[in-house]
């Protein structure tokens, strides 16, 4: 099998014949992370709610995932 890279630089394996290996979004581990405590999602890649091992959920807003306020100055 070969490998190559998608437009994000991601490599992507091939078949024999030169296709991209389909993967389940489980297979795939999700970016998110709790903004409250660090623990990492458990769902795989995906859209919506995330999910950390103790089944606590909460949904990411992007650059505003861990806001000033969680972090408060001593």
């Known amino acids: 099998m070969a490998n190559m890279s998608d437009e994000a630089g991601r490599t992507v394996e091939l078949d024999a014949k030169g296709w991209p290996l389909l993967r389940s979004a489980q297979d795939i581990a999700c ?8 623990s990492p999602c458990v769902l795989g890649e995906h859209r919506g709610k995330h999910r950390n091992a103790a089944g606590v ?3 990411d807003d992007g650059d505003l995932a861990h806001p000033d306020w969680l972090n408060p100055e001593p």
């Open 31 to 38: 970016y998110g992370k709790n903004p409250r405590n660090d």
């Open 57 to 59: 959920e909460w949904l």
